[in-house]
């Protein structure tokens, strides 16, 4: 007799009489009557997740790959001029189950998105820009099931840059307790924002922002955010200095890749 919501007879064929073996044949052939999917396996930062469901008739099983728990998070772009490229990073630390990611790119407006797989990693690399564009960006994790195919989690929100850096930025140690920061204008740019840490990699960059206005070529620093406190810059400490400009699109203002760090210390 059947088991499960199945309970009339379940048809048997002897497959060998002498040694009285048997498989089970399933006349549900094409429609089992599966039972809800069971989690297998939870997914973790280092592993997929695997879910399994049964025939209530014959007991043939089915998997599959679970989708990535989490949601990325663009934190920045860095913009290589002369390559027409930009490094995209992005927070995963909450996802769960990613075996890599996908990124999406594609100018303003524009209908088709281009496409690039990266491995299980927090930065990626989108190509092929030109100078003065403005480009939307998203990112999303994806699982590789047993057949190779991917199975997607939820995208980052889509996020927009103006792709231009500005070229031979300068910094300088300037009158004791502060730096100097210049650079050439672009006369697109209607405006600048330059940020700096103490951290080489430019962790915690965000919290000091100085702003400078449409034409300029420089700022002056003489302090620092240090756990939302703010103090003077320290003679003899080497700070980690990053500049971006703001582009107007639409009546509004959107900002552009940020440059790669460069250090100065402070007299």
């Known amino acids: 007799m059947g088991t499960g919501p ?6 048997k064929n002897v497959v060998n009489p002498d040694e009285q073996s048997s498989i089970d044949l399933c006349e549900c052939i094409g429609m089992h009557p599966f039972g809800a999917w069971k989690t297998e396996r939870t997914a973790t930062a280092a592993q997929t997740g695997l879910e399994k469901r049964t025939c209530y008739f014959c007991g043939q099983s089915q998997t599959r790959t679970v989708a990535p728990a989490g949601r990325p998070t663009i934190r920045n772009t860095i913009a290589n001029s002369a390559k027409k490229t930009s490094d995209v990073i992005w927070d995963k630390s909450g996802i769960r189950g990613a075996t890599g990611y996908e990124l999406n790119w594609r100018a303003r407006g524009a209908g088709r998105w281009a496409v690039r797989n990266t491995g299980n990693t927090a930065r990626g690399t989108v190509s092929g820009l030109t100078i003065g564009n403005l480009y939307e960006i998203r990112v999303r994790p994806y699982a590789a099931d047993a057949s190779g195919a991917a199975v997607y989690g939820s995208w980052s929100d889509t996020i927009y840059r103006y792709f231009h850096t500005t070229e031979k930025i300068r910094l300088a140690s300037g009158s004791r307790g502060t730096f100097t920061m210049k650079w050439k204008n672009n006369p697109k740019a209607a405006g600048y924002q330059v940020l700096y840490t103490t951290s080489p990699n430019g962790t915690g960059a965000a ?7 449409k034409g300029a070529t420089g700022i002056t620093v003489s302090d620092i955010k240090v756990n939302g406190k703010k103090q003077k810059l320290r003679s003899g ?6 500049v971006r400009e703001i582009c107007e699109a639409g009546g509004k203002n959107y900002i552009g890749n940020i440059s790669i760090p460069l250090a100065v210390k402070v007299r």
Request: hydrophobic share 30%; no cysteine.
């Open 207 to 213: 919290e000091n922002i100085k702003k400078a206005g």
């Open 237 to 242: 400490t080497t700070y980690y200095v990053q």
């Open 6 to 11: 199945y309970k009339f007879p379940v048809l």
